[in-house]
Every structure is written in C-alpha cells, then in structure tokens.
C-alpha cells in the first residue's frame, strides 16, 4: 500500500509564497500519475495540478497557471507544489493524490493553506 505524507502548508500573507512537499512510500516513478487537489470550507474538492511521471508532463488549472509549479525529486520520491503570489482565494485544504493502474486512487492526509489578505 502507497502512503502519502504531505507538509509544508501554514499561514501566508498575499503575495507570498509556499512550497507544500507529498513524499510517497513508494518510487514515484512505479505511479502513473501525481496531483495536487484543494477543498475550500463548504466547497468541493477542485485538481490544481497533475504530473504524468512517464511523460513528465504536468497540467495546471487556471487558476493557478504561472504562479504555482509542480516539481518532483525523483531521489527522494517526493513532488511538491511551488505556490507563489498567493492570494486569499487560494485558501483550502490541499491534497496529495497519486494514481495508478497498480494501486488505485490514493489520498494524503492534507495540509491547510491560509491566505491572510
């Protein structure tokens, strides 16, 4: 079974930046597929980022396209997901997910991102 440990969220002012780690348990290269996810309060869990680990492709949503960047270590099987130029909407929960034929849909435990504007 994949674990996924995220860390790195907390409190930011606007404009500033984080940077949210997802290590796997297992070599990133054995998982098809890496995403990031956020959930607002009352809100539905909405995909931010994806990395296709073969292609080393990633996608972004519009939201968040050239201010945040999805990256990954393959040393130290981790991904992470580079959040600049915050803004309070950015404000959520945000989630690991990785995604293979092999294991399924697997979830992280999430970190919280507060955005103070």
């Known amino acids: 079974q994949v674990q996924l440990v995220e860390s790195g969220g907390g409190l930011v002012q606007a404009g500033g930046s984080l940077r949210l780690s997802c290590a796997s348990s297992?070599?990133?290269?054995?998982?098809?597929?890496f995403a990031w996810y956020r959930q607002a309060p009352g809100k539905q869990r909405d995909l931010v980022a994806t990395?296709?680990?073969?292609?080393?492709?990633?996608v972004y949503d519009d939201s968040v396209k050239g201010r945040f960047t999805m990256s990954r270590d393959n040393a130290k099987n981790t991904i992470y997901l580079q959040m600049n130029s915050l803004k309070p909407d950015d404000t959520a929960v945000y989630y690991c997910?990785?995604?293979?034929?092999?294991?399924?849909?697997?979830w992280g435990q999430g970190t919280q991102v507060t955005v103070s504007s």
């Open positions: 990395l296709f680990t073969a292609a080393d492709i990633t």
């Open positions: 997910n990785a995604n293979s034929q092999s294991i399924g849909d697997i």
């Open positions: 297992r070599s990133i290269f054995s998982i098809n597929r």
